[in-house]
């Protein structure tokens, strides 16, 4: 949003220097990102006479000019054509800095073709005051000697760009804009409710709300016998400011009540439309129609149209239609002021692919009240300039409710910012941002139509807060904590994310940022979506619903890396999954991918497979609190993995992590051409750690006795789990076997039919005493015996 300080007092009665202005806009919450200064730009540029200006001796097409200047009379070299003795015009001293051709002037005088200049005569453009470069600015009026040449040009009015938060729509009009800021001290509100215009004439016109959920109010005014054609100065100098093209008075006025009021207007030809309006549903490819900015839109029924009998004449809150606009020969008019509904202008602008200044205040919600004052002030800014005889009003519908009165205790101010500005300038606070406040133990605080956003008590102490100024808020450190130690804030949960997010990049992982959102069928892909997690307005028709996967991002982003050029792409991501829409139904994991690329290197070629997601998934699980020998593995997994090349990680009946390659059905829906491995880790599925007391930590003990190691090897079933076998022999004596690993899988000659034989290696540690042969015999019996209760034999 941006505005010129002259505008801004129009509305605000105030002697702040712009230093002081900005100060104040943002303390009261106003983010403000630039001010052009062109005084401030311009600063070393004046007003000059030029006294006399002689043909170049040695060049054509050169003067030779002697110009009183502010700093006496100097000799400068022109080579524009309009230079001559008599004229006013910009002077540049040496060394000043030329913004229009971004260079500076030497120091010293130049020597142009044997005749020294001391200084430069400018255009607008090397002032970039205008887009002239013909010939030197040629100022008319009686400027004296000296003048800043930002006020000769009209150039001494900063412009103030700065940020609109979206709860707040009443700042994309200056006149709010001046009622924070003179609650807030900077000044006193100049301007208020506009004066009604009295009507010759009953409105010809007849609006009928067909839909008045788009558009439950709609106020309207005929106009005849205006004389269209260019806007007067000052009206023009506001919009040239902001960045708008003035055309002609009829579309200046709309513009300028736009950002005036925030009230976005429209104007129709008269003659051109017909004596119903209809503000209705779209009807698809028979109300196509040609929008303002010169393209075919074709509003469907979830779009907002204003017609008549005959023909679509736009889309309401977004954009007129050309048939029935404005231009130098319209004569008759009929101005539009209405309110549409926030929801149903954001979707139908994003459906359509337009951005205009009228969706821009739409969708945010403007002041549905003041429709009135918005067309009110049009007309007699059109009727002053244009001439002509306005009709009466008619307004159709009425405005929506304002948000209910809030029971607000004042008291609690104090409580929750830490000072009390009592209860008066509270009050007075409240009154002055157009609160109504009916005192009492409990006062009863009613909010104004152009705030919609303010619903609670705590919105009332943040408006409170603001104005006061938040420079108020006494400073007091913390209270430290007995034992002189704060508690780190930050959740078991959340600690584990940062910790698995480290373990991720340290196997070599990406870290990925995408949307929690996907599109239906990719979501079907992988379990569907849940209950209630269907999107009713979304951000793109690619992205309706919530993921149920982060895997779905982390692998087509792995094709799109792929399409680039990019090579054994890894990506993970931590964040949220929906599995439904109860608070429960939202799941915090840690997932990852990677494409299935062989090493190209002379000294290994080895293609990673499910073993190696395996590993990186346990990684990460023993990084956030659980052990691998803790871990067990099953091979139930849901059907986006591919079967016999997956896994799930279990602790008990938890589910801690799934693991493998994605299935190629889902691959080829997902258009992705290669392999995927991939793996997802719960980690609300991971139990909370108990507080152990603290105590006294001692090194590392190593035992005294030697370990002893016995290898076996076990026929089973081609189908059965190692897991299942080494979990058996592990169970034998825990406190003895402290390790189980699996060396050898072997299947071939010596080994029968649809049996495969496992080698495992039990690491015994006696702790007390050595083993003896016996009882090193007594446990390897008791192995064998407890392989035979998971169907493995010993392999003879």
């Known amino acids: 949003m941006k505005l010129t300080y002259s505008w801004l007092k129009k509305h605000l009665a105030t002697d702040l220097s712009l230093d002081q202005l900005e100060e104040a806009m943002t303390m009261a919450g106003l983010e403000i990102e630039n001010i052009d200064n062109p005084a401030g730009r311009l600063a070393a540029f004046t007003v000059a006479h030029v006294k006399d200006a002689r043909p170049h001796p040695n060049a054509d097409r050169l003067r030779v000019c002697m110009v009183e200047t502010r700093d006496g009379v100097k000799q400068i070299v022109c080579g524009a054509p309009n230079a001559r003795a008599g004229m006013t015009a910009i002077y540049a001293p040496l060394g000043a800095y030329i913004p229009g051709l971004d260079l500076a002037l030497d120091r010293k005088p130049r020597n142009i073709r044997g005749v020294k200049s001391h200084g430069m005569l400018c255009s607008p453009r090397e002032l970039e005051s205008g887009e002239d470069h013909d010939g030197i600015a040629d100022l008319s009026g009686d400027w004296a000697v000296g003048t800043p040449a930002a006020e000769a040009l009209g150039l001494d009015d900063p412009i103030i760009d700065f940020e609109v938060t979206p709860n707040r729509p009443d700042w994309l009009g200056v006149h709010g804009i001046a009622r924070d800021l003179a609650a807030a001290g900077a000044g006193m509100l100049k301007t208020g409710r506009v004066p009604a215009v009295s009507g010759g004439f009953p409105c010809p016109v007849t609006v009928k ?12 005014r005929v106009i005849k016998g205006v004389k269209n054609g260019p806007s007067p100065g ?3 100098q506001y919009l040239k400011a902001i960045g708008i093209h003035p055309k002609n008075l009829l579309v200046d006025v709309t513009n300028y009540i736009a950002f005036d009021r925030a009230r976005p ?5 008269l003659d051109k439309i017909g004596e119903v309006i209809y503000v209705r549903k779209g009807g698809g490819k028979p109300d196509a129609h040609e929008g303002l900015d010169a393209k075919i839109y074709t509003p469907e029924p979830e779009h907002c149209v204003i017609a008549d009998d005959e023909r679509p004449l736009g889309l309401g809150g977004i954009m007129g239609g050309a048939y029935s606009g404005c231009s130098d020969e319209t004569t008759d008019i009929f101005l539009e002021s209405a309110w549409f509904d926030p929801g149903i202008i954001r979707k139908s602008a994003r459906e359509l692919g337009i951005d205009s200044d009228a969706k821009h205040r739409f969708e945010r919600g403007v002041d549905p009240e003041g429709l009135t004052d918005g067309i009110e002030l049009a007309t007699a800014i059109i009727l002053e300039y244009a001439g002509g005889k306005a009709s009466d009003l008619t307004v159709s519908g009425q405005a929506p409710a304002r948000p209910p009165d809030i029971a607000f205790d004042p008291s609690r101010v104090k409580r929750i910012l830490g000072f009390d500005p009592g209860e008066s300038r509270i009050k007075t606070i409240l009154t002055s941002l157009g609160f109504g406040v009916i005192e009492g133990d409990i006062w009863t605080v009613s909010a104004p139509s152009w705030r919609r956003d303010c619903l609670q008590a705590a ?4 408006e409170i807060a603001r104005i006061a100024g938040f420079d108020s808020l006494p400073a007091a450190p913390f209270r430290r904590p007995e034992g002189g130690r704060f508690r780190a804030p930050a959740t078991e949960l959340q600690n584990r994310i940062r910790t698995a997010r480290r373990a991720a990049a340290h196997r070599g992982y990406q870290e990925a940022i995408t949307w929690s959102f996907c599109h239906h069928d990719q979501a079907g892909l992988f379990g569907g979506t849940g209950e209630g997690l269907e999107l ?9 619903v919530m993921r149920p996967s982060v895997l779905i991002h982390l692998i087509t982003n792995i094709q799109k890396s792929t399409d680039r050029g990019l090579e054994d792409e890894r990506y993970f991501e931590a964040g949220p999954i929906y599995l439904n829409d109860t608070p429960g139904g939202q799941e915090t994991v840690v997932a990852a991918a990677r494409r299935v690329v062989a090493a190209r290197d002379w000294r290994y070629a080895r293609t990673p497979d499910v ?3 395996k590993a990186d998934a346990q990684s990460l699980l023993e990084a956030v609190g659980v052990p691998v020998k803790n871990q067990q593995v099953t091979t139930e997994v849901r059907d986006w993995w591919r079967p016999g090349r997956a896994g799930v990680l279990r602790l008990g009946p938890r589910v801690l992590a799934e693991f493998g390659e994605i299935h190629p059905r889902v691959l080829k829906a997902l258009d992705i051409d290669s392999c995927i491995l991939a793996f997802e880790v719960f980690l609300n599925a991971i139990p909370m750690t108990r507080k152990k007391s603290l105590k006294a930590r001692t090194a590392l003990q190593l035992p005294d006795l030697m370990p002893v190691r016995r290898d076996f090897a076990f026929l089973v079933e081609n189908t059965a789990a190692a897991c299942d076998l080494i979990k058996a022999v592990k169970s034998v004596d825990k406190h003895l076997i402290t390790d189980v690993k699996l ?23 006696p702790t007390r005493t050595p083993l003896t042969d016996k009882d090193i015999e007594a446990v390897s019996a008791k192995i064998i015996n407890a392989a035979e209760k998971v169907g493995a034999v010993l392999r003879g």
Request: proline share 5%.
């Open 234 to 236: 000052w009206l023009q």
């Open 611 to 613: 073993f190696d997601i």
């Open 459 to 462: 919105d009332l102490i943040e």
């Open 743 to 765: 060396f050898d899988v072997y299947e071939g000659q010596g080994v029968p039919e649809n049996q495969i034989s496992l080698a495992l290696e039990a690491t015994l540690q």
């Open 265 to 269: 207007l429209h104007v129709y030809d």
């Open 209 to 220: 709300l067909d839909w008045a959920n788009a558009c439950p109010i709609f106020a309207g």
């Open 536 to 544: 009713a307005n979304p951000i793109s028709s690619e992205l309706n």
